[in-house]
């Protein structure tokens, strides 16, 4: 494969060419820089591009490969990713998507940005993010909308929505994205690849993280689900002070390991319900959820409806954790955030320190029912948004409460499963008469990603998705 095609190699497969000497960091690097140069102004995929620094660390990578040992260099080693932009990093601008903070710079890096460049990746650059990541969709006033490769006249989704543009779009292999209400798996809907939110306690969110509701966790967006299960490898590492500790696999084993396990024949609970009476499913959307049910079945393992193990309960409890959760970043530019944040902060304000915890426990005690009945089942498969993806312009027409609103059907099947901490996918498995993608979701056990990524590599082998690119991919 000539160079004009790094991009169309998985994460995973730029490793081994790097360490084969195939390919080299530098080129990987200015490969995937030339890209985004070419195809973002017109994404919104960055906030920030970290050209110099990419620059620095592939040519240190290409002098490491000259002296040998390749026996010791790390699993993903001379790989391009990206680092979602709420996520500190010390030698780059973080600014939470948001004027307030555009010139901020943190003191130290997320253990998640030190524990990817331990692994041997190569940052490009910030991904964009809707500010604070409060919305379901990415806009802000510093980079504007990211959208989606697709049809870039619709959104990427959000939270993570420039980090899954840049998949999608292949100016990266694989991207760091973080997931507090479906902030991966509705982004990777949207743009038609593979997103992974870890369960609860998997990846650490220090040092400086905030873990107050436990709701938020990082993980990965891909094309491949084994690209995921690698960059799960490298940010599942339990990290001193960490409130939540997800069991670990036992010794030896990884998650990439299980991208190529059979999961053996499993029960499955599938519903369409969205949990809100008033939110009208997609009718191509639910055609896609038949579909992926029918493949399961025909992959030999036993399908049964079941209602939505969380039906309503968690509408109320979720919006006022939101709102609290709105104020964890403290800025004295108050006035410079847009007006969904401001919304949501003075909401925040507003509720008492016993409404809080009502929030919390009534969120935990959904939770823990929802869990319960879904004890019969290895996983359970669902659409991931109810809406197909609209253009970003669509959220803003009203208010603030019309623009929250708005978002329900975006975020109504993936957010309890932040409230239960479960580990969850979307997977890329359907596309509308227009060429539009359309995800499924598969929520597994609590802490049961091995499981879990065994079932999406067995239904990527059957139904390979990877190969289905936007036009501007080629």
Request: aromatic fraction near 6%.
């Amino acid at each position: 494969m000539g160079q004009s095609g790094l991009h169309e190699l998985d994460a995973v497969a730029q490793a081994a060419a790097v360490r084969d000497g195939d390919i080299s960091p530098v080129e990987l690097v200015e490969h995937h820089l030339d890209r985004i140069a070419r195809y973002d102004e017109r994404l919104g995929a960055f906030l920030t591009v970290t050209a110099e620094s990419a620059r620095d660390q592939a040519a240190s990578a290409a002098q490491r490969l000259t002296e040998g040992e390749l026996d010791t260099l790390p699993p993903l080693f001379g790989v391009p990713t990206a680092i979602k932009d709420l996520t500190a990093t010390a030698d780059a601008r973080t600014t939470f998507g948001s004027k307030a903070f555009e010139e901020f710079t943190p003191e130290a890096d997320a253990h998640a940005v030190r524990l990817l460049r331990a692994a041997g990746t190569i940052s490009l650059g910030k991904t964009n993010t809707p500010e604070f990541g409060l919305s379901g969709y990415t806009d802000n006033d510093l980079a504007g909308p990211a959208r989606s490769p697709w049809d870039p006249t619709r959104t990427a989704g959000g939270s993570s929505g420039g980090a899954a543009a840049a998949v999608a779009a292949g100016l990266v292999p694989f991207a760091h994205g973080s997931d507090g209400g479906g902030s991966i798996r509705i982004p990777a809907a949207c743009c038609g690849i593979f997103g992974l939110k870890p369960s609860r306690g998997r990846v650490s969110n220090g040092p400086a993280g905030s873990d107050v509701t436990g709701f938020t966790i990082q993980g990965p967006l891909s094309w491949t689900v084994r690209d995921a299960a690698a960059m799960l490898d490298a940010l599942a590492v339990p990290q001193p002070g960490d409130p939540y500790w997800a069991p670990p696999l036992p010794q030896g084993e990884t998650f990439l390991q299980y991208a190529g396990r059979d999961p053996g024949r499993l029960r499955i609970g599938v519903y369409t319900d969205p949990g809100l009476p008033e939110l009208e499913v997609d009718p191509e959307i639910r055609d896609a959820h038949t579909a992926a049910a029918e493949l399961l079945a025909s992959l030999g393992h036993e399908v049964v409806e079941i209602p939505n193990p969380f039906g309503n309960s968690l509408k109320d409890s979720f919006l006022g954790i939101w709102a609290t959760q709105s104020l964890l970043l403290k800025t004295a530019g108050e006035d410079a955030l847009r007006p969904l944040s401001k919304w949501w902060r003075e909401i925040g304000r507003g509720l008492s320190a016993e409404q809080f915890l009502d929030a919390m426990s009534g969120a935990q005690l959904a939770s823990r029912r929802a869990v319960e009945a879904q004890s019969p089942y290895d996983a359970v498969l669902s659409p991931t948004l109810a809406i197909q993806p609209p253009a970003p312009e669509w959220f803003q027409e009203g208010d603030a409460l019309q623009e929250a609103q708005r978002q329900t059907g975006l975020s109504c099947y993936t957010a309890a499963f932040n409230a239960s901490g479960q580990p969850a996918a979307s997977l890329p498995l359907g596309r509308s008469a227009e060429g539009v993608p359309i995800g499924v979701m598969l929520a597994g056990r609590p802490a049961g990603e091995a499981q879990l990524i065994a079932l999406c590599a067995q239904i990527e082998a059957a139904r390979p998705w990877a190969g289905e690119r936007p036009p501007l991919f080629g």
